[in-house]
């Protein structure tokens, strides 16, 4: 996508714009693609040991079933920039919700493994156009002042989306007399899970419908009078509008469509501002918390733990998520994204060790002793607290603010490409590694999570209240 909208003439900018509300409705409709990104994501956690059951599959086959769909996402990360280049935003979203919606209704009804596997894969390229659009959209609508906190209602419904998932798994569970493959509605639990997507998939589509296109793409387009309305309806009514246009073409003209061959240069293939990005993707996944949404029920169901708990400790958790993005979104333009992201690291070190030395214990009957299993049970909530108020926000601002103009469209896609494929690394190896050595697989999380801390200190520089301009 091309660069973010850039922000009015600093005397023009208003501390409390007149039609604030109005930003905050479209910034929240848009924000449901995150929403949706977050359910589908989590939402597997309740049909993980179903599909185990009702396919006879081994560890292996089942993370590829279950981590397959961040394939899709990969390439629709990757590929979602170009194609809101070419038609606009808005209809970006509203492919989106259409994709959402034929994968919920696949996923619910496979025919076989490979079918079931086909649709995640179609809900993945939806959630990977959602991870990119949504973020972009947002930054290019928001005035400057605010961008920060309505950039991080991507992150704040991506983590409703994960709650609302868990909460409706545990429901349909408790439906089907705690039977993960019992019946409701005629069709197994795990079918249903799946299935309930459609509602939230058309609610975005409806929504899609209700919000104004980007500023940008309208100039880009030759939509200059449309720009100005939308731009009267997110900044008020105080601008000169026509200094904001030209404002905007000036900054259009003086950058070029960015395109992969942009990003080389360096030592190592890439400008190094891209492998920054790229670190920043890399790490908020390679500490292991997506195995806290993908895999938590079978993660307390392997040490011991009753499978309608073991559903509702992945509600709380997931509550707890809500709780540190609400922290995060409160301080990301307060203490700035870099003091939160280094805080997060070392409350995730902690939580993850702990959690590793908990898992180190054998099973007494088929369950952790009682005292590490309330080590592990409190640590993951504290692991999944710390990451929520850091990384699991200030990565995604950082992207949508780090890159110089130029760069912005086509690093963001490599760094939203490279998530997802360590997304898929974790969510694939993860089974296995649990089958060997639980408490070992921990150890690593821990290790990145260790890491983090010198790449942060070291590589990374804060991008609070500057302009996308001074970026580069």
């Given at each position: 996508m091309t660069s973010t909208a850039q922000p009015p003439p600093s005397g023009a900018q208003a501390a409390h714009?007149?039609?604030?509300?109005?930003?905050?409705?479209?910034?929240?409709?848009?924000?449901?693609?995150?929403?949706?990104?977050?359910?589908?994501?989590?939402?597997?956690?309740?049909?993980?040991?179903?599909?185990?059951?009702?396919?006879?599959?081994?560890?292996?086959?089942?993370?590829?079933?279950?981590?397959?769909?961040?394939?899709g996402c990969a390439i629709g990360a990757a590929t979602a920039g170009r194609i809101a280049d070419r038609i606009g935003r808005i209809r970006c979203m509203q492919i989106s919700a259409v994709l959402f919606t034929v994968s919920a209704i696949g996923s619910a009804l496979p025919f076989a493994l490979y079918d079931l596997a086909f649709w995640r894969i179609v809900g993945g390229f939806a959630i990977?156009?959602?991870?990119?659009?949504?973020?972009?959209?947002?930054?290019?609508?928001?005035?400057?002042?605010?961008?920060?906190?309505?950039?991080?209602?991507?992150?704040?419904?991506?983590?409703?989306?994960?709650?609302?998932s868990q909460l409706v798994?545990?429901?349909?569970?408790?439906?089907?007399?705690?039977?993960?493959?019992?019946?409701?509605?005629?069709?197994?639990?795990?079918?249903?899970?799946?299935?309930?997507?459609?509602?939230?998939?058309?609610?975005?589509?409806?929504?899609?419908?209700?919000?104004?296109?980007?500023?940008?793409?309208?100039?880009?387009?030759?939509?200059?009078?449309?720009?100005?309305?939308?731009?009267?309806?997110?900044?008020?009514?105080?601008?000169?509008?026509?200094?904001?246009?030209?404002?905007?073409?000036?900054?259009?003209?003086?950058?070029?469509?960015?395109?992969?061959?942009?990003?080389?240069?360096?030592?190592?293939?890439?400008?190094?501002?891209?492998?920054?990005?790229?670190?920043?993707?890399?790490?908020?996944?390679?500490?292991?918390?997506?195995?806290?949404?993908?895999?938590s029920s079978t993660l307390w169901q392997s040490v011991g733990v009753d499978p309608t708990d073991s559903f509702l400790y992945s509600f709380t958790t997931s509550i707890i998520n809500i709780i540190g993005t609400v922290i995060a979104m409160i301080f990301v333009d307060r203490i700035g994204r870099r003091p939160l992201a280094l805080i997060g690291s070392v409350g995730m070190v902690i939580g993850l060790a702990l959690e590793a030395w908990a898992f180190s214990f054998d099973l007494v009957d088929g369950k952790l002793p009682a005292t590490q299993g309330w080590v592990a049970l409190i640590a993951a909530h504290v692991f999944v607290l710390f990451f929520a108020l850091s990384w699991g926000v200030v990565v995604w601002v950082f992207l949508g603010e780090m890159f110089p103009n130029k760069l912005r469209a086509a690093a963001l896609g490599v760094a939203a490409a490279a998530q997802w494929i360590a997304n898929w690394a974790i969510t694939a190896s993860f089974p296995s590694l649990a089958d060997w050595n639980l408490s070992v697989t921990y150890v690593i999380y821990t290790l990145f999570a260790a890491l983090s801390i010198p790449f942060v200190l070291k590589f990374v520089k804060e991008t609070k209240g500057k302009t996308l301009e001074e970026m580069g």
């Amino acid at each position: 996508m091309t660069s973010t909208a850039q922000p009015p003439p600093s005397g023009a900018q208003a501390a409390h714009p007149e039609h604030l509300g109005h930003v905050i409705f479209i910034a929240a409709a848009a924000a449901m693609g995150g929403f949706l990104f977050g359910y589908d994501s989590a939402v597997i956690n309740g049909a993980v040991e179903a599909i185990r059951h009702r396919y006879d599959i081994g560890s292996a086959a089942l993370a590829q079933v279950i981590a397959i769909a961040l394939i899709g996402c990969a390439i629709g990360a990757a590929t979602a920039g170009r194609i809101a280049d070419r038609i606009g935003r808005i209809r970006c979203m509203q492919i989106s919700a259409v994709l959402f919606t034929v994968s919920a209704i696949g996923s619910a009804l496979p025919f076989a493994l490979y079918d079931l596997a086909f649709w995640r894969i179609v809900g993945g390229f939806a959630i990977g156009m959602a991870s990119v659009i949504g973020p972009a959209y947002i930054a290019e609508v928001a005035p400057a002042a605010y961008r920060g906190r309505l950039g991080s209602f991507q992150q704040a419904a991506i983590v409703t989306g994960i709650a609302v998932s868990q909460l409706v798994n545990w429901g349909i569970l408790n439906a089907a007399g705690g039977d993960q493959r019992g019946e409701v509605m005629g069709l197994e639990a795990w079918q249903v899970m799946l299935g309930v997507m459609v509602v939230p998939a058309v609610i975005y589509g409806l929504l899609s419908f209700a919000i104004p296109e980007s500023p940008r793409f309208l100039i880009s387009a030759g939509r200059d009078q449309r720009a100005r309305e939308v731009l009267r309806e997110v900044e008020g009514d105080r601008i000169d509008l026509d200094a904001r246009v030209a404002e905007i073409k000036h900054a259009m003209r003086s950058e070029h469509k960015s395109v992969f061959k942009d990003l080389l240069g360096g030592t190592f293939l890439f400008k190094p501002i891209v492998w920054i990005g790229i670190g920043l993707s890399v790490f908020q996944q390679f500490v292991g918390i997506n195995v806290a949404f993908y895999y938590s029920s079978t993660l307390w169901q392997s040490v011991g733990v009753d499978p309608t708990d073991s559903f509702l400790y992945s509600f709380t958790t997931s509550i707890i998520n809500i709780i540190g993005t609400v922290i995060a979104m409160i301080f990301v333009d307060r203490i700035g994204r870099r003091p939160l992201a280094l805080i997060g690291s070392v409350g995730m070190v902690i939580g993850l060790a702990l959690e590793a030395w908990a898992f180190s214990f054998d099973l007494v009957d088929g369950k952790l002793p009682a005292t590490q299993g309330w080590v592990a049970l409190i640590a993951a909530h504290v692991f999944v607290l710390f990451f929520a108020l850091s990384w699991g926000v200030v990565v995604w601002v950082f992207l949508g603010e780090m890159f110089p103009n130029k760069l912005r469209a086509a690093a963001l896609g490599v760094a939203a490409a490279a998530q997802w494929i360590a997304n898929w690394a974790i969510t694939a190896s993860f089974p296995s590694l649990a089958d060997w050595n639980l408490s070992v697989t921990y150890v690593i999380y821990t290790l990145f999570a260790a890491l983090s801390i010198p790449f942060v200190l070291k590589f990374v520089k804060e991008t609070k209240g500057k302009t996308l301009e001074e970026m580069g």
